[in-house]
């Protein structure tokens, strides 16, 4: 059975999957007259069928060797404290960039929040002068600091999009390039 892609790819679907709300239902047909003209991708991806794929997708991204899915989970998803708790299985990953010598987890999970840009407790982007203070350092310290486990996970979300990629793409999800 040969049917066309949902998606044109792994970012495409997984910023679906991490989005989809189980409570988005379709539009009424009055809601659709009302409206004129339909917009959006016309797949038809709401209730059962959109909860279906975007299960699948997650699924999919569950498969993947660590620390990929949490890279991808930390990237896409939308509620603060589920990306936050993806940030913690990202700190052990991320503190060989740093080097020897001991490393503080609070810093280091504060660093790749602020990679994924989830905001602080305070809900204010994470800013490295305010690390630096609160953690005592130098700035150029903070800032080595900073492009070490930026330039660790960049590498990372780079291996886990292709990984996602040739995953969705064997599952028939996502679109050949």
């Not at 059975?1 to 997984?14: I, K, N, Q, T, Y």
């Not at 989970?73 to 589920?82: G, M």
């Not at 953690?135 to 292709?162: N, P, Q």
């Amino acid at each position: 059975m040969d049917h066309e892609p949902l998606f044109r790819s792994g970012h495409e679907a997984c910023r679906f999957a991490y989005a989809y709300n189980g409570q988005q239902y379709p539009m009424t047909i009055m809601a659709k007259m009302m409206r004129g003209c339909l917009l959006g991708s016309g797949r038809g991806l709401v209730g059962l069928e959109g909860a279906a794929v975007a299960g699948t997708v997650k699924r999919h991204v569950e498969a993947l060797r660590h620390p990929s899915p949490s890279i991808i989970a930390a990237r896409y998803e939308l509620d603060r404290a589920k990306a936050m708790a993806h940030t913690v299985r990202l700190v052990e990953y991320v503190i060989p960039a740093l080097g020897t010598g001991g490393h503080q987890r609070h810093l280091v999970r504060a660093l790749v929040c602020r990679y994924f840009r989830i905001p602080g407790a305070d809900g204010k982007q994470i800013m490295l002068a305010n690390l630096a203070s609160h953690f005592d350092m130098s700035a150029d310290t903070m800032t080595r600091r900073w492009v070490a486990v930026k330039h660790r996970l960049r590498e990372a979300e780079s291996r886990a999009d292709s990984e996602i990629d040739g995953a969705l793409v064997v599952a028939g999800l996502v679109a050949i390039k």
